[in-house]
Nanobody
């Protein structure tokens, strides 16, 4: 069973920055789209940003211009650079890997990370 391992969350003051990372534990064959989602208390999980294997990106309007998603295909790792953080960015951030193949002959599957807490507070 593939597990996505996230890191980089924490407590930061408004206006500060954090960088999240996510990669599968162990080796895999390939991943199509990787992304970040977040869920604040009492709210539904929402898209933050996604990036395809070819580098095409998509962002939620609320984070455009502040967050940057990137990936290293050789390491199957996705990053989320978060700048100018606001209190409303406080949430649990989840990594997602869509179209992940553990082996070349494996079926493509969708995986979620366990989540990492980001808290923006003075």
């Amino acid at each position: 069973q593939v597990q996505l391992v996230e890191s980089g969350g924490g407590l930061v003051q408004p206006g500060g920055s954090l960088r999240l990372s996510c990669a599968p534990h162990g080796s895999i064959s390939s991943i199509n789209t990787m992304g970040w989602y977040r869920q604040a208390p009492g709210k539904q999980r929402e898209l933050v940003a996604t990036i395809t294997r070819g580098g095409s990106t998509d962002y939620a309007d609320s984070v455009k211009g502040r967050f940057t998603i990137s990936r290293d295909n050789d390491k199957n790792t996705v990053y989320l650079q978060m700048n100018s953080l606001k209190p409303e960015d406080t949430a649990v951030y989840y990594c997602n890997a869509d179209g992940l193949k553990e082996y070349i002959w494996s079926a493509s599957r969708n995986y979620w990370g366990q989540g990492t807490q980001v808290t923006v507070s003075a």
